[in-house]
């Protein structure tokens, strides 16, 4: 947790465990430490907010250590945010920490986490149904430099330290508020767990220590098999391949899913051990489509053999954009290069289209699926019926649309279903830029081009997709 001579930010709220953190810490001479002392006054309790304040402020004095003090308002951070209590003034001491961690250019912030709030942090996610995670608990170190050395050590001992030291604390009063889950966990919960198992405290301590090694070994695992699960577009959001998803041993699986929402997301904050079942069981099922819901605003959805882990707000994204001229072009939804050139021998690269240049003007325009569009794919075969031979049964997906040179009839072909026919997921559709020349669809991104821009001379305008959708 520690190296000589490093600066430490120490939380300390007045309370024993932060106290006796604080005293701790100084006794460490070998180590040479600069110890910042910081307090946070939450604004929920007025008047033991000042005097807690004042009162680490003169333990500060008496050690000869700095003082850094902020107020805030948590009441109403927690109205704007839309978080518990807790959580909110959990949000903003962490904020505050880091404000002094970078004023001191600190190596280390020390929280007074006890072994008693490891005890009291298991029952609850037990309570609230957390996995393997969460089961865990408070880790002793956490982002790299957030400490807690006190994490194995029971409150009663830190207390008997402070008085054989002849040092007091003060007690808040909010500690005895049953409105909070902790408390109650705390003052009912636990002591009726230790009629059973005096060393409960302990023993769930030991528990999450357990799994919290098991859960470590399982997540360098899962960070290897995510790599070959998903891509990660240019909007962060995560295209996984469900076979492959399938193959990995559940344990894993599972740990893989929640690496995926926590990159987009930025936290797991309101994802339960729920969530991520409903989704392994949406990637298991025999259901070639369907789509979760999870908190914040995340979806995962499911498309023959692809999903999607995005938010919901990118699902109905439209484009569509005017090209002048040659030259390369980007944007957000699509980047792609285009040139005229002379051709013998077109590429079988999907990601370039070539067109015959006497049938294309520009301005060319590229935008996503539109409901209703047609096009002509090339080498669709027809007939006079207007009925693909190759498709029958779904005469409503094509029309009799012109007659060709050798005058016979062309039929359309309606872009929805020939993603279907294709097996493109429905949230992917409308990411696939479709180029248009003169009102008509001449390619499909990367899939298919028109049949009436098809190169039949040497000179083509070449469209290169760069890191095309599919």
Do not use: C
């Amino acid at each position: 947790m520690l190296a000589p001579g490093e600066t430490v930010i120490v939380g300390v709220s007045g309370g024993a465990d932060s106290v006796g953190l604080l005293y701790i810490l100084t006794e460490l001479k070998e180590y040479r430490l600069k110890l910042i002392v910081s307090h946070l006054n939450h604004g929920i309790r007025p008047k033991e907010g000042k005097r807690d304040a004042e009162y680490v402020k003169g333990i500060a004095a008496s050690l000869n250590l700095p003082f850094e003090l902020k107020e805030v308002n948590t009441p109403k951070f927690k109205k704007s945010s839309n978080l518990s209590l807790e959580e909110a003034a959990r949000v903003l001491r962490y904020e505050f920490f880091k404000e002094v961690l970078g004023k001191y250019q600190a190596q280390r912030v020390a929280t007074a986490h006890t072994l008693n709030d490891q005890a009291e942090t298991v029952l609850m996610r037990i309570l609230r149904g957390s996995g393997g995670v969460g089961l865990s608990g408070i880790p002793p170190v956490s982002e790299g430099y957030i400490i807690r050395p006190l994490i194995e050590t029971p409150r009663s001992e830190i207390e008997e330290f402070l008085r054989m030291k002849g040092v007091d604390w003060v007690e808040d009063s909010s500690n005895w508020a049953r409105d909070f889950l902790r408390n109650r966990i705390r003052l009912e919960l636990i002591p009726e767990l230790e009629k059973y198992n005096p060393r409960i405290k302990k023993t769930l301590a030991r528990t999450a220590k357990l799994l919290r090694t098991e859960e470590d070994f399982i997540k360098k695992e899962a960070v290897k098999k995510l790599g070959s699960v998903f891509t990660i577009s240019e909007q962060d959001e995560l295209i996984g391949t469900t076979t492959r998803y399938k193959t990995i041993p559940e344990a894993i699986r599972l740990v893989v899913l929640r690496l995926a929402v926590e990159k987009l997301k930025g936290s797991l904050r309101k994802i339960t051990s729920d969530h991520i079942f409903s989704v392994d069981e949406l990637l298991h099922s025999q259901t070639p489509s369907g789509e979760i819901s999870l908190p914040d605003g995340i979806v995962v959805i499911k498309g023959y053999d692809l999903f999607l882990v995005t938010r919901k707000s990118e699902l109905m994204r439209e484009f569509s954009y005017r090209i002048h001229s040659t030259g390369k072009w980007s944007f957000p939804e699509v980047e792609f290069e285009v040139e005229i050139t002379k051709v013998k021998r077109p590429s079988k690269d999907k990601s370039i289209g070539f067109f015959d240049a006497d049938t294309v003007e520009f301005p060319i325009e590229v935008r996503n699926f539109r409901p209703g569009d047609r096009f002509i794919p090339l080498g669709m075969k027809t007939s006079r019926s207007g009925v693909s031979p190759i498709e029958p049964g779904i005469k409503r997906d094509f029309v009799v649309s012109a007659q060709s040179n050798e005058g016979s009839q062309r039929t359309t072909k309606k872009v929805k279903r020939f993603f279907i026919d294709e097996k493109v997921p429905r949230f992917l559709r409308n990411r696939i830029p479709i180029f248009l020349s003169k009102g008509k669809i001449m390619w499909i991104g990367g899939m298919r081009i028109d049949d009436r821009f098809k190169l039949v001379g040497e000179k083509a305008v070449k469209i290169k997709l760069i890191n095309p959708k599919l």
